[in-house]
Structures are given as C-alpha cells and as structure tokens.
C-alpha cells in the first residue's frame, strides 16, 4: 500500500447498496454523500456546503457482511484507498468520479444506536488425507490391526 492515498469519510449512505458478482467474488457498492458545514460569523449561523459525493465498493466478506448491515439513509464511516477515473458522461462530457475502496465501513455512533452481531468463523476446507505412499511411489500395504 505504498504511496496509495487512503482516506477517512462521515457521511450518509445516498443509494440502497448493490452486491454484484465479478468473477465469482461479491463486491457492495454505494454512494456516500458528505455535506461540509462551517460557521458563518456574518450571520452567526452554520451553513451546510455543496454535498460531496463517493462512491464506494466493498469486496468479498465485506461485501457480504456489508449487504446485510448497509441502508440508504444509514450514516456512516469509511476508510479506504481514494481511487478517480475519467468517463465520458451521456452528454459527452467529461467528468471525474471520485471512488473509494473500502477496507472499513462502519455506522456512525455519533448518529445513532447500533448492534453488532460477530459473524461465525468460517472453517477452512478439510483438505483430503493424504493417501499413505512408499518412497518410492506405490501406495502402502493397508494397516491391519492385530
């Protein structure tokens, strides 16, 4: 992760949360909107910015455990690697989407209540006993117990 530019967000989630299936692995993706706010001295009021919005993927089990927890309107926390690409929009135009890859993703509690439920540890794969071999290659006599 070398001179990647990891980032840190709080926002809402904009959208309901899609998992897809790109290549056999399950990727979330949302967008987040994050709306800056400052304090106006001239008015002594606190003035909302223009909404900032991100999308963002989630790979595999955080794909998964994400699908299950994620709503639009849920406020939350992300942090991941700062991706931008260039498209060409249906006007023609170009345009800049500015990505995140999430590596967390969390509820906000400054917000609200949240529950957390531990998901079960996923056993690895028993793998097959090996067949017993001789060194040289020919299986082993089966033992028999006297």
């Known amino acids: 992760m070398a001179n990647e530019t990891m980032v840190t967000i709080q926002g809402w989630i904009g959208n309901a949360p899609v998992v897809r299936d790109v290549g056999g692995v399950p990727v979330l993706n949302f967008r987040v909107g994050c709306t800056p706010r400052h304090f106006n001295k001239a008015t002594d009021t606190w003035v909302d910015s223009e909404t900032q919005w991100y999308g963002v993927s989630a790979w595999r089990r955080l794909a998964a455990h994400g699908a299950k927890s994620l709503r639009q309107g849920d406020p939350v926390v992300i942090h991941g690697r700062l991706n931008h690409r260039t498209y060409v929009n249906k006007n023609g135009l170009e345009a800049v989407a500015v990505e995140i890859e999430a590596f967390t993703i969390g509820h906000d509690l400054s917000r609200g209540i949240a ?24 299986p082993a006599a089966p033992h028999v117990a006297a």
């Open 115 to 138: 529950s957390f439920v531990k998901a079960p540890a996923q056993a690895p794969a028993a793998a097959p006993a090996p067949a017993s071999v001789e060194p040289w290659g020919a």
